[in-house]
């Protein structure tokens, strides 16, 4: 099982470049991949944590951090796609797998957060299809040599769109564990990458993820498995809406050796540690032991 482990663009740390110190820090410690967040306003649970501390733009941290690193993959846990346009996407996004040498996973989701779709003038009701049609055109644009997509918001044909990926296409994993994510993940998805569910109900989605694509006529036996679990980094999940999921314990590396391993069993393939703080001296020191006495467990 692969282990990744966040880059806290999203803790309002001041100075950003603790922030992008955390890429070659991971990649030196032996992670296999880091990853940040993506919301553009600080607003409701963000605003309450941030006020108005830096929150930095994920494609840009991760465009740094493939400067600075050569071996971790470089991804997003997750991008909200209703809050971007999916050619301007697209095009960075693959710019970006490009420098990096092929290195770029993008978890993707619907969003949830009402103030902020307010705020950007964008349909919350319409999040789930436009989600669904921004996956469709980035795949699209990185897959053929004359990209074309009709549709209401959509309508190109005969044009040229480069630079392509070096990866074939880049993963598109769907974060989640709804009914429209579970249906998105079977349907669309490269991989699937919920946030705080358990190892039981990790296995239970995987099921039906397989069922589903397999009545669609949908294979999967290239998917990739992820999740995203936080490793409470002072003794206590980060916040009360971090403590209604799924965490682990970060203060015990054989109690965490033991719940990644349920996870494992359940069929995730690479697991994302969230060290959800804005404490840089503690990330180090969490980061350090994780290396040590809990990644030799799953090499």
Known sequence: MKIGVTVPNNWGVED???VLEFGPLAEEQGYDSVWVMDHLFNTGYIR?????????????????????????DLGTSVLVLPYHNPVELAKY?????QISGGRVILGVGVGAMTEEFEALG??????GSLTDECMDIMKELWSNR??????????????????????????????????????????????????????????????E??????????????MSWSTRVEVEVHGRPSSDRAAARTTIPGDDSGMMTAALKTYQDAGVD??????????????????????AEVLPEFR
Request: glycine share 8%; aromatic share 8%; proline share 7%.
């Open 270 to 291: 690479h697991m994302v540690l969230a060290l959800n703080s804005g404490d840089v001296t503690a990330l180090k020191r969490l980061m350090e032991k994780i290396a």
């Open 122 to 127: 964008i349909s919350m009701r319409q999040r």
């Open 48 to 72: 309450e944590r941030l006020e108005d501390k830096p929150y930095y733009h994920p494609m840009s941290t991760l465009s740094y951090l493939a400067a600075i690193t050569s071996k971790v």
């Open 93 to 97: 996004a693959a710019t970006l797998d």
């Open 146 to 207: 004359l990209p074309k997509y009709q549709s209401k918001r959509w309508d190109f044909s005969d044009l040229y769109f480069s630079p392509k990926p070096v990866q074939k296409t880049i993963p598109l994993w769907v974060g989640g564990s709804s009914p429209g994510a579970i249906k998105r993940a079977s349907l669309r998805g490269d991989g699937w990458h919920p946030t705080g569910v358990s190892a039981e109900g990790y296995a239970l989605g995987k099921a």
């Open 16 to 18: 950003p470049k603790q």
């Open 209 to 222: 993820i397989t069922e589903t694509a397999a009545a669609a006529g949908r294979d999967t036996s290239n």
